[in-house]
């Protein structure tokens, strides 16, 4: 019986279910590709266990692996092996030891027809809701040409669909034996591939219903396979929420900013090194943790222990806010990370935990998830900023700027246009002193104030000043005394 299309068969793995819309049709062929090592039959046994936990029967139908290092590989996975039933066609140790050679008739002729007999009765004895061919590309050695062995495929996914079996087979693709005549047979092909920041999992085709696409990523774990959907922004939550102003807790940062940052923008603070970006962006959340909001900080370039230590150090009380689960401070370890394996942890701080802003310290380190993938490093930063805001989080991502002194940017990583506002710090050296600066570069949703105000960092906290209209080229870095005195004043000569 053919289940209807609002029904899904899962797969038994989350993430991959998420991709596929929610998992796969009835009754229909699914075709597991990608290289060896890669997985293909670890994702095979989540698939058979999750039907077996849905009390189904499963049959996996072995067509090379030896049978006992098969179920031991799965069972040290955590897969029920004596819940799933199996189909043993792997050559024997008579294939190599034996004299199986033919003179007169090929292999295809002598070995198909026992082959098949074997799996219709195999099959037909375990009538099986589930069905894996481990791998399918085995049959085609047993065959004469390539005709014959898609007219095989063909007849073999039909017998199985008419019993009603939901089909996985896996395929070995190599430059000799191409697998891409199957992408025609099967109702939809699941890749398993790998990129520079680790393996990837992708969905070219799949009949009958609308995946996610792009490239997503997945891990081998001791428990099997995790899959780490690419981020989707998914709708708006609201527009009212972007108009509510949050409060950084310093009057004159909120003077600069006319009333502070709206929640559910992305605000970017830049600076050089050492210049207090950090310490800052924590300031919002202090200010936040009092009206009991939450708020979690992914760190890609300091570790925890430093971090805590350091905001200790200027009255930030990280430890009462992380006690009261008003703040969570995650280390991030980001050539250990894929940028999807990233995005699965905001997702779960924002829709499993409520969180209400999210802090990414520091943009240059995110990159790193990418190993060098730098054309995509936009993709993924703006995937992460339309999410955050349709889901009325407010963002705030940290970028440090190479220059301590000299030529001003706003970002180093060129993503100022995903910014709602740019907050930016500066060292400036005046008089043979170091000091610092703050100013605001750019707030879409209001106006705000343009002069640059001096920034210091104390036991006590933050203290900023008054504006410095003394001083000319702050941007510089190496800004020079303005004397406004009048003329007469100065003791200027008459001309």
């Keep these: 019986m053919v289940s209807p299309l609002s029904e899904r068969a899962s797969t038994g793995i989350a993430g991959l279910d998420e991709v596929l819309s929610g998992g796969l049709i009835p009754t229909r062929s699914y075709m597991i590709r990608g290289q060896a090592g890669s997985g293909k039959t670890i994702l095979s046994f989540h698939f058979l266990q999750q039907g077996v936990d849905e009390g189904e029967t499963a049959l996996f139908v072995n067509l090379e692996e030896d049978l006992r290092d098969l179920k031991a590989n799965a069972a040290a996975l955590g897969f029920d092996t004596d819940a799933i039933e199996f189909l043993d066609l792997s050559p024997s140790a008579e294939a190599f030891v034996g004299d199986e050679s033919y003179e007169v008739f090929a292999p295809s002729e002598v070995e198909r027809e026992p082959l098949t007999e074997r799996i219709v009765e195999g099959v037909t004895a375990v009538d099986p809701d589930r069905v894996v061919v481990d791998p399918l590309t085995q049959l085609r050695f047993l065959l004469s040409d390539d005709y014959q062995f898609r007219k095989q495929v063909v007849g073999f996914m039909r017998f199985l669909k008419e019993r009603g079996a939901t089909v996985l087979f896996t395929v070995q693709n190599t430059e000799s034996l191409p697998t891409d005549d199957l992408e025609f047979i099967t109702d939809g092909t699941v890749r398993l591939d790998a990129a520079s920041y680790g393996k990837t999992v992708r969905v070219p085709k799949f009949r009958g219903s609308s995946t996610q696409g792009g490239d997503h990523a997945y891990r081998v774990t001791d428990s099997g396979i995790e899959v780490y959907p690419a981020l989707q922004p998914g709708a708006r939550r609201g527009d009212d929420v972007a108009f509510e102003q949050i409060s950084s807790g310093i009057p004159e940062v909120d003077e600069l900013l006319h009333g502070g940052i709206e929640r559910g923008t992305v605000t970017i603070v830049s600076g050089p090194t050492g210049v207090g970006k950090t310490t800052l962006s924590t300031q919002f959340m202090k200010e936040a943790a009092g009206r009991g909001e939450r708020s979690v900080i992914y760190l890609f370039e300091e570790n925890r222990q430093t971090f805590l230590a350091r905001s200790r150090a200027v009255n930030i009380p990280v430890d009462e806010m ?96 995903l910014a709602d506002n740019i907050l930016f710090l500066r060292h400036l050296e005046v008089g043979g002193e170091l000091r610092k600066a703050i100013g605001v570069l750019k707030k879409r949703t209001s106006d705000f104030e343009r002069t640059i105000r001096e920034f210091r960092i104390t036991e006590h906290g933050i203290t900023v000043g008054e504006p410095m209209s003394g001083l000319r080229g702050i941007l510089s870095g190496t800004p020079e005394v303005v004397d406004e005195r009048p003329r007469g004043a100065r003791g200027d000569c008459d001309e």
């Design 322 to 417: 992380i006690e009261k689960g008003t703040l969570q401070v995650t280390e991030v370890e980001a050539l250990e990370r894929s940028p999807q394996e990233f995005a699965r942890m905001v997702r779960d701080e924002v829709e499993g935990e409520g969180a209400d802003i999210v802090m990414v310290d520091g943009i240059s380190g995110y990159r790193l998830t990418l190993r060098g993938e730098d054309e995509t490093m936009l993709q993924q930063m703006h995937a992460l900023g339309r999410y955050l805001k349709n889901a009325g989080v407010t963002g705030i991502f940290v970028d440090e700027t190479r220059n301590v002194t000299g030529e001003f940017r706003a970002t180093m990583e060129n993503v100022s246009y």
